[in-house]
Nanobody, 125 residues
Framework: QVQLVESGGGLVQAGGSLRLSCAAH????????MGWFRQAPGKEREFVAA????????YYTDSVKGRFTISRENAKNTVWLQMTGLKPEDTAVYYC??????????????????WGQGAQVSVSS
């Protein structure tokens, strides 16, 4: 089992920045990739970014490219999501997730085995 503990988030004005952290505990050796998803009220949970645990290959959804950066530090079993240029449409609960071995970086939420508790990000206009 892997436990994911998120921190960060909050309220920020449009154009501002926030950083989310996600610390993994337990059987972290089984992690292949970690990702960030978000879910706005009344909408489905959507993919935001992902990073492979070995190699650090990254992938972003188009709407956050150039504004968000995902990174990880294996020694700390931690992944971050640095968010800049925030927009009101980025308002959502953000979840980190971890997957086991896959062929390629998983982009679908159903490919992730473990989830954090979620962190609220609110962007005012």
């Amino acid at each position: 089992q892997v436990q994911l503990v998120e921190s960060g988030g909050g309220l920020v004005q449009a154009g501002g920045s926030l950083r989310l952290s996600c610390a993994a505990h337990g059987r972290t050796f089984s992690i292949y990739a970690m990702g960030w998803f978000r879910q706005a009220p009344g909408k489905e949970r959507e993919f935001v970014a992902a990073i492979s645990w070995i190699g650090g290959n990254t992938y972003y959804t188009d709407s956050v490219k150039g504004r968000f950066t995902i990174s990880r530090e294996n020694a700390k079993n931690t992944v971050w999501l640095q968010m800049t240029g925030l927009k009101p449409e980025d308002t959502a609960v953000y979840y980190c997730a971890a997957s086991g071995p896959r062929a390629g970086i998983p982009l679908n939420r159903h490919e992730y085995n473990y989830w954090g508790q979620g962190a609220q990000v609110s962007v005012s206009s």
